[in-house]
T-cell receptor
Framework: DTTVKQNPRYKLARVGKPVNLICSQT?????MYWYQKKPNQAPKLLLF???????READTFEKFQSSRPNNSFCSLYIGSAGLEYSAMYLC???????????FGPGTRLLVL | GDSVTQTEGQVTVSESKSLIINCTYS????????LFWYVRYPGEGLQLLLK?????QKGSSRGFEATYNKETTSFHLQKASVQESDSAVYYC????????????FGLGTTLQVQP
């Protein structure tokens, strides 16, 4: 089973309010990723967890936070949502030396 | 830097006709990146279609093929005879491995197969 689950599938948030998105996988993968996808743009990596080590992309370092309380779960946290955060957020995981990433269905975030 | 270019944003093909979706890549991070095609069917998440990790090799899946060409830095996706069920968005991606793990995606190509 190569299932990655994301909750919620749709999220409506208000400007200035926090947002927390959840991802889970049951494949015992050591790495979990978060990508942002906006219309007419390519999916863009925001951050990834390798085991318990968080790596954030330099250009989004201050905008997103994440936690991984155990191997199966990973969250994406926005402290204060702005209009520019409206996007599809894709979670993925990969395991061992395999760099194939398995994606969840995505969470569509709309910030108003 | 690293980038992937898909020149066609949308392609319309009649059922049973052949298809080619162009993909070229550029990388300064890694000499021999892994190359991927992902597909997103309507209402579903991104799925791996095929992957090639060795230059000169061809990958295939579900009737689709792509050859890793290091000389032309290309990884074009081809299918000899498309079906209506192939209608989807196709993403070419470059894999960066090691300490910096990421997929660099192209913009995607929307394939519409007409019956």
């Amino acid at each position: 089973d190569t299932t990655v689950k994301q909750n919620p599938r749709y999220k409506l948030a208000r400007v200035g309010k926090p947002v927390n998105l959840i991802c889970s996988q049951t494949m015992n993968h050591d790495t979990m990723y978060w990508y942002q996808k906006k219309p007419n743009q390519a999916p863009k990596l925001l951050l990834f967890y390798y085991d318990k080590i968080l790596n954030r992309e330099a250009d989004t370092f201050e905008k997103f936070q994440s936690s991984r309380p155990n191997n199966s779960f990973c969250s994406l946290y926005i402290g204060s949502a702005g209009l520019e955060y409206s996007a599809m957020y894709l979670c993925a995981s990969s395991g061992g030396h395999q760099d194939t990433q398995y994606f969840g269905p995505g969470t569509r975030l709309l910030v108003l | 830097g690293d980038s992937v270019t898909q020149t066609e944003g949308q392609v319309t093909v009649s059922e049973s006709k052949s298809l080619i979706i162009n993909c070229t890549y550029s990388t300064t991070s890694i000499a021999y990146p892994n190359l991927f095609w992902y597909v997103r069917y309507p209402g579903e998440g991104l799925q791996l279609l095929l992957k090639v990790i060795t230059a000169g090799q061809k990958g295939s899946s579900r009737g689709f093929e792509a050859t890793y060409n290091k000389e032309t830095t290309s990884f074009h996706l081809q299918k000899a005879s498309v079906q209506e069920s192939d209608s989807a968005v196709y993403y070419c991606a470059l894999g960066i491995t090691g300490n910096t793990r990421k997929l660099i995606f192209g913009l995607g190509t929307t394939l519409q197969v007409q019956p």
